[in-house]
C-alpha cells in the first residue's frame, strides 16, 4: 500500500515443483495457510513468510528473491494452520493427525528443527480428531495455545508442558462433556467426547486484543466469542450460509470479522462490557474466501475467484469494498515496432510470435520460437529492443540474460553476455538476482 491507501500488486510469488517432498507440481501445491514471524534472534528486525501446504509440507518464502527458500516435512500429514511465537523463534503447525507440532527455526539454518509434539485427544478409541486451527497468546507469562478442533471442541493448552488447562465445547457433542469444562492434562486419563458425525469443524480461531475473548469461525457457519479466563461462551452470531474458514479483527479488538464459503464479510461490533451485534455485511466475491487480514485501518480479503478486495474497518458498513487488480504493472506481451514480432511472457517460458502480411500469408499469426528456459525460475520481467526486435533480456529469478535475435520473420535466439556498458558490480548482481523492470 502507498502513503493514500491504495493498494496495488507488487509481486506474484508462485510454488515450485522441487519443494515438494513427494515432488508436486504447482498445480497440487496446496497453499493452507500462511504466517509472518517477526522474532529475529539477530536483532536486525527482519520479518520471515512460512507457509503450509495439505501435501504435508511446511516451507519458508525468500521475499527478496520472490521464490520459494526452504522445504520441510510436518511429520504429520496435512497442515491445517500455522503461527508463530512473537517472542521465540516457534513455529506451531496443526496436522492432520491430531497433534500440534512445534519447530524451531534458525537465524542462518534454512532448516526447521522439530521440538515436541502435543496431542490433542487423549481418548485413542474414540475416532481421530484433526488439529484444524490455531491461537497462541502473545504474551510471555501467558504460554496458552488454542487448538480448534474436527470434533468441535477448542482446547486450551500450556505448550510448554503439554498440559491441556481446560475446553470449550459446542452445544451439538454429546452433553457428557459438559461447556466450558476445566481442568483435564493431555497426560492424564480423562474423558474426553466421542467425535460425533454432526460435530462442528473449527476452521479458525483468532485471539482478540485485549487477550480476554477468542473468536472462533466453525462448519455450521457460526461466529462464536468465548471468555478465555472462564471457558465459557459469551455470544453466538449466525450470519452465514456455509463453513467460517477466516477471522480477523480491528487492532482496538472491537470488531471482528468473519468470511467463508458463501463468499460473505460479516461484521460484528462490541456495543458493551459483554454485549456484541452484528452490524453489515459485505459481498464483494462470488466464491469462497479464506483469508482475512487488517493492515492499519483496512480489510484485505481473498477467495479462490482470484480476487483481492478491501475494506474500511472504522466505516465498514458505508463505505464499500474496492478491488485490487492482481495484474503485474509490467507487460505481459512486448513488440517491435512495426509488430512484426511479438513476446509472450509465460510463467516459465518465452513465445516469440511472427506477424506475416496478410496478401503473402495463410496465417498472419505464427509461433516461431517457444523458449523454455533452465531452471525452475519463475519469469518476473522481459524486454524487447523495439525499433530492430534484435535483442531480448529476460530476469527472473534463475537471474538475468540476454539473446540476440538474428530477425522478426525468423528469430533465432543466440545467447549473449551482459552488455560491456553494465559495471562489473551490477553485472555481478544481476547474475544472482532478478530485476522488476527493464526497457532497451
Known sequence: ADGKSKWYSQACIPGSSSTSPSNANE?????QSLAWASYDESGKGKSRLFGSSLRGFIFEVDIRRQCIRSINDSYGGAVWCIVTCPYDSLLFAACEDGAVRIFRY??????????KSIIISGNMKAKKVRALSLALHPSKTHKQ??????????????WSTGYCMFRMTGDILPSSSPRGHKGGSSNQKEPEPEVSSFA???WSLLLLADQSLLASGDSRGQLQLWDVELGVLVCSFKQHLGDVLALSASSDGERVFSAGLDGK???????????WVHTYAHRAHTHDIHALAVRDSTLLSGGVDTKLCTYSTRDFAQVRPRWI??????RLVQHSEDYSLLVLQQRHSLELWAMRPQD???KPLELAVNMQLKGEGHVHCVALAPISASMLAVSSTAGTRMWRLSGSANPDPEKVSLPDVVTQFSRRALKDEFCHAMRF
Open 145 to 158: 495455545l488454542f487448538v480448534g478442533g474436527s470434533d468441535g471442541v477448542i482446547r486450551c493448552f500450556d
Open 106 to 115: 534458525g537465524d542462518s539454518d534454512d532448516r526447521l528443527v522439530y521440538v
Open 360 to 362: 503473402t500469408a495463410s
Open 27 to 31: 498445480s497440487s501445491f496446496h497453499l
Open 200 to 202: 462442528p469443524q473449527m
Open 325 to 330: 487488480p492482481l495484474l503485474p504493472a509490467n
Open 265 to 275: 464479510v460479516c461484521c460484528v461490533e462490541r456495543v458493551g462490557p459483554d454485549e
